[in-house]
């Protein structure tokens, strides 16, 4: 199914390229300046409670990227918005499926670990009472979220668990989701 290609010299595994992966783990071993990201999202209102983000730059290692990325941002028709596009509730737990995805594909690759199916599902539940401001005790997010990783492929349970376990550990979106994130914000009117 997915087995090891050799492209252009290259190998390949899951769709991913192997000595890339492993040439960016030995690039920021050798330069921890070089594992420095910055990633930037602007938003604009575009009516009801609908937005556009706009991906444009990323910094990676010092270096600036060029990128133009639509993010349409929507809320459903029941919370007032138009339900064309996913809500940020749906985009928070895509973002984390995404990263948790890319993780261990990836991990696999570097492990020489087919994958032939891989689908993470994430869910929880929102109190719209805190997020609305009608009740200040209740939360005004997610309290809790509830994954699960369906995975197919010729290697044994324990490799998966073993390198899902690693995914785990290492994912930026669930450390950012899990700890204690800083976010300096600031009103701009004019």
Request: charged share 25%; aromatic share 6%.
């Amino acid at each position: 199914m997915n087995a090891m290609l050799k492209i252009a010299g290259r190998s390949y595994l899951n769709g991913v390229s192997v000595d890339d992966v492993r040439g960016l783990i030995d690039t920021v071993s050798r330069r921890p300046a070089a594992a420095r990201t910055r990633w930037r999202v602007a938003n604009t209102w575009r009516g009801r409670l609908r937005s556009s983000g706009q991906a444009d730059v990323v910094e990676i290692g010092g270096k600036t990227a060029r990128r133009a990325l639509a993010i349409e941002v929507d809320a459903p028709l029941e919370l007032g918005g138009t339900d064309n596009f996913a809500s940020p509730q749906e985009h928070l737990l895509a973002a984390l499926n995404a990263c948790l995805t890319a993780r261990f594909t990836a991990l696999c690759a570097l492990e020489g670990v087919e994958i032939y199916r891989l689908e993470i599902a994430t869910e929880g539940e929102v109190d719209l009472r805190g997020a609305l401001g009608v009740d200040p005790a209740a939360p005004r997010g997610f309290g809790g979220l509830a994954t699960t990783v369906t995975v197919r492929g010729p290697a044994a349970a324990e490799d998966y668990r073993r390198i899902f376990d690693e995914v785990l550990a290492t994912s930026s979106t669930l450390f950012s989701l899990t700890q204690p994130v800083a976010v300096a914000s600031e009103l701009v009117v004019g």
